[in-house]
């Protein structure tokens, strides 16, 4: 079964950015969609934002114009950038594949954690104010 690493967590202030990692294995990048969810203490865990097989590229609003999902197949890795961190982005964040998929798929199927399969153990983020 493939496997998801996250790097790049760390305390950042107010304002500050952050890029986060996700190393793959077995070509999963390629082959899967992608997702980033969060979950910060005592919420339940988001959606972040989604790469479709396709290339497409879908964020919750909440993280829209402010994060930027990317991925590079050649090294099966997808990353996170985000600019613009406030206090409320605190939370652990995870890596997420589906199983191999069409090469486009709805939104929701993309934007909900159910779809995905394999996981990653989640790096922590914490913004300060």
């Known amino acids: 079964q493939a496997q998801l690493v996250e790097s790049g967590g760390g305390l950042v202030q107010t304002g500050g950015s952050l890029r986060l990692s996700c190393a793959a294995s077995r070509r999963t990048v390629s082959n899967a969609n992608m997702g980033w969810f969060r979950q910060a203490p005592g919420k339940e865990r988001e959606f972040v934002a989604a790469i479709g097989r396709g290339g497409g590229t879908y964020y919750a609003d909440s993280v829209k114009g402010r994060f930027t999902i990317a991925r590079d197949v050649a090294k099966d890795t997808v990353s996170l950038e985000m600019n613009s961190l406030t206090p409320d982005d605190t939370a652990v964040y995870f890596c997420?594949?589906?199983?191999?998929?069409?090469?486009?798929?709805?939104?929701?199927?993309?934007?909900?954690?159910?779809?995905?399969?394999?996981w990653g153990q989640g790096t922590q983020v914490t913004v300060s104010s």
């Open positions: 997420a594949a589906t199983p191999r998929t069409a090469f486009y798929m709805p939104t929701s199927y993309l934007t909900d954690e159910t779809s995905y399969s394999t």
